[in-house]
């Protein structure tokens, strides 16, 4: 798999660790004490994309929904964005195939 494939791919991942926290914090938004969670996230393996470094906790209970939402709305530019790399590469692998064959 190219390098570009894997970093999309290990974004993805990533991705959806921070969606699930975020999903998790908008279920819990009235429940009491409840402190929400974020996906940290650092440099993969080698410098090369992107892998979660860590769960954290917030330090005082409650949710912010408006944060919550922004964070959903940049998950889904960052989804889409790798998916679209993911997609872009494999057409190109299939047109470069075809005119191999």
């Given at each position: 798999?190219?390098?570009?494939?894997?970093?999309?791919?290990?974004?993805?991942?990533?991705?959806?660790?921070?969606?699930?926290?975020?999903?998790?914090?908008?279920?819990?938004?009235?429940?009491?004490?409840?402190?929400?969670?974020?996906?940290?996230?650092?440099?993969?393996?080698?410098?090369?994309?992107?892998?979660?470094?860590?769960?954290?906790?917030?330090?005082?209970?409650?949710?912010?929904?408006?944060?919550?939402?922004?964070?959903?709305?940049?998950?889904?530019?960052?989804?889409?964005a790798n998916a679209s790399m993911i997609r872009t590469a494999?057409?190109?692998?299939?047109?470069?195939?075809?005119?191999?064959?």
């Amino acid at each position: 798999m190219s390098d570009g494939i894997s970093a999309s791919v290990q974004a993805l991942g990533a991705l959806d660790v921070s969606l699930q926290a975020t999903a998790n914090n908008i279920a819990n938004v009235s429940t009491e004490g409840f402190r929400s969670a974020r996906a940290d996230f650092s440099d993969g393996p080698g410098g090369q994309g992107v892998q979660v470094a860590s769960i954290s906790r917030a330090d005082s209970s409650g949710v912010d929904l408006p944060r919550e939402m922004v964070g959903l709305m940049q998950v889904d530019q960052a989804y889409t964005a790798n998916a679209s790399m993911i997609r872009t590469a494999d057409e190109t692998t299939g047109t470069v195939l075809n005119m191999i064959a």
